[in-house]
């Protein structure tokens, strides 16, 4: 059970975390370079043995600390959460340490969240792309990426001189695209909700 | 006296048929296509359902699918195509031998789809030629028959004597 007393007996000695919020769950600001060993805690001695999640969140180029990673704790004794913040002290080249050594199922979590924002996962055993090609230059999900794609060629050479393609942005006119779910099947595909503009003709002001 | 016959009749005709070698060799084709599927998400879901007992792909003759390019010669393509994907598309679709046709089967794989984005590309028609083009999200299984039977439609129409000296468009990539 996660009341009052197990949360004043996690904070005892412990300067690196803080109490954010417990609205829906336990959430604890915990700072980068105690990560391991406090995850370390929550494993053997708390009974958190389950990484249900981890990801990041960017805040913007403007803000102070831009990459917060989020990770979601899982115990099955107490029956409940605990999420852990930890905010990257770089905005330039956001790196914290990686936990796989503590939870093995965070390696590929890592990949993705470095795949996606760009964060370093220090002493990580494979830290490259998971979804995205390994020479691909961006980090999609980061807040100045546009949701179209950047052109950038096609990860194979040989594929791409054949075709003549290459990775294009969407065209994004209209959008979003949405299935009305109702009426007839041909009526009910997914279709822009704004039809009165295309490549051809300018969106109306 | 008035016959009833029709169609080839082998006491008036005896044992020969004259007719045109591209009427042959297509009518051999259309009549057994066999399909590579390429399923890649949700569409390939209907695809299996029209191979399955209630649809029933094999009435057209073409249920035997293959799963080796070498051993196919009609690429389904059921699905959304990432970019990352494309180029596996296009080896797969280099390793079958001529002819060989594709049906870009469902909205993803015909145009990208609700899919604007970074990650996927808008139609698969970017890195292989599409013969036939599928509506649907995904199509059902009749929708997919359909767009096999204009398919043979098309094979039925092909000039295919003259294209047996016909030099390939690309070298293609190995």
Same mark, same amino acid.
């Given at each position: 059970?996660?009341?009052?007393?197990?949360?004043?007996?996690?904070?005892?000695?412990?300067?690196?975390?803080?109490?954010?919020?417990?609205?829906?769950?336990?959430?604890?600001?915990?700072?980068?370079?105690?990560?391991?060993?406090?995850?370390?805690?929550?494993?053997?001695?708390?009974?958190?043995?389950?990484?249900?999640?981890?990801?990041?969140?960017?805040?913007?180029?403007?803000?102070?600390?831009?990459?917060?990673?989020?990770?979601?704790?899982?115990?099955?004794?107490?029956?409940?959460?605990?999420?852990?913040?930890?905010?990257? =002290?770089?905005?330039?080249?956001?790196?914290?340490?990686? %936990?796989?050594?503590?939870? @093995? /199922? &965070?390696?590929?979590? $890592?990949?993705?969240?470095?795949?996606?924002?760009?964060?370093?996962?220090?002493?990580?055993?494979?830290?490259?792309?998971?979804?995205?090609?390994?020479?691909?230059?961006?980090? =999609?999900?980061?807040?100045?990426?546009?949701?179209?794609? %950047?052109?950038?060629?096609? @990860? /194979? &050479?040989?594929?791409? $001189?054949?075709?003549?393609?290459?990775?294009?942005?969407?065209?994004?006119?209209?959008?979003?695209?949405?299935?009305?779910?109702?009426?007839?099947?041909?009526?009910?595909?997914?279709?822009?909700?704004?039809?009165?503009?295309?490549?051809?003709?300018?969106?109306?002001? | 006296?008035?016959?009833?016959?029709?169609?080839?009749?082998?006491?008036?005709?005896?044992?020969?048929?004259?007719?045109?070698?591209?009427?042959?060799?297509?009518?051999?084709?259309?009549?057994?296509?066999?399909?590579?599927?390429?399923?890649?998400?949700?569409?390939?879901?209907?695809?299996?359902?029209?191979?399955?007992?209630?649809?029933?792909?094999?009435?057209?003759?073409?249920?035997?699918?293959?799963?080796?390019?070498?051993?196919?010669?009609?690429?389904?393509?059921?699905?959304?195509?990432?970019?990352?994907?494309?180029?596996?598309?296009?080896?797969?679709?280099?390793?079958?031998?001529?002819?060989?046709?594709?049906?870009?089967?469902?909205?993803?794989?015909?145009?990208?789809?609700?899919?604007?984005?970074?990650?996927?590309?808008?139609?698969?028609?970017?890195?292989?030629?599409?013969?036939?083009?599928?509506?649907?999200?995904?199509?059902?299984?009749?929708?997919?028959?359909?767009?096999?039977?204009?398919?043979?439609?098309?094979?039925?129409?092909?000039?295919?004597?003259?294209?047996?000296?016909?030099?390939?468009?690309?070298?293609?990539?190995?």
């Amino acid at each position: 059970m996660i009341d009052d007393d197990f949360v004043k007996a996690l904070l005892e000695g412990r300067d690196f975390i803080s109490v954010k919020h417990r609205v829906d769950c336990l959430t604890l600001d915990c700072l980068p370079d105690s990560l391991i060993g406090f995850c370390k805690h929550l494993r053997d001695d708390q009974t958190f043995d389950l990484l249900v999640d981890l990801t990041a969140v960017d805040h913007g180029e403007e803000a102070d600390s831009r990459f917060q990673v989020v990770l979601h704790l899982y115990s099955l004794i107490h029956k409940s959460y605990v999420r852990l913040h930890v905010a990257c =002290p770089d905005n330039q080249s956001p790196s914290i340490p990686s %936990i796989s050594s503590v939870f @093995p /199922a &965070a390696n590929w979590h $890592e990949r993705e969240t470095f795949d996606m924002f760009g964060i370093k996962f220090s002493d990580h055993p494979n830290l490259k792309r998971i979804l995205m090609w390994d020479d691909y230059p961006y980090f =999609p999900l980061r807040k100045e990426f546009p949701l179209a794609g %950047i052109e950038v060629p096609l @990860p /194979a &050479a040989d594929v791409a $001189e054949v075709t003549g393609a290459d990775v294009d942005p969407a065209p994004m006119m209209g959008g979003p695209f949405v299935a009305s779910g109702n009426g007839r099947m041909s009526e009910a595909e997914p279709r822009a909700k704004d039809e009165s503009w295309t490549e051809e003709s300018e969106k109306p002001l | 006296m008035i016959s009833n016959e029709v169609g080839y009749n082998s006491k008036v005709e005896g044992e020969v048929i004259v007719t045109r070698a591209d009427s042959v060799i297509n009518w051999i084709r259309k009549h057994s296509v066999w399909p590579m599927p390429m399923g890649l998400a949700c569409c390939a879901i209907e695809l299996m359902a029209s191979a399955a007992s209630r649809y029933d792909i094999s009435r057209f003759g073409m249920e035997v699918m293959r799963f080796s390019p070498r051993q196919s010669d009609c690429m389904i393509v059921a699905g959304t195509v990432t970019y990352k994907m494309a180029e596996v598309v296009r080896r797969i679709y280099d390793q079958m031998g001529d002819p060989k046709w594709v049906v870009a089967m469902g909205a993803c794989a015909s145009t990208g789809g609700m899919y604007r984005s970074y990650a996927v590309m808008q139609g698969v028609d970017n890195v292989v030629p599409v013969d036939v083009y599928v509506s649907g999200c995904p199509p059902r299984p009749e929708a997919l028959l359909d767009a096999m039977m204009k398919l043979q439609g098309k094979i039925g129409n092909e000039s295919s004597v003259k294209n047996l000296s016909k030099k390939p468009e690309s070298t293609g990539v190995s």
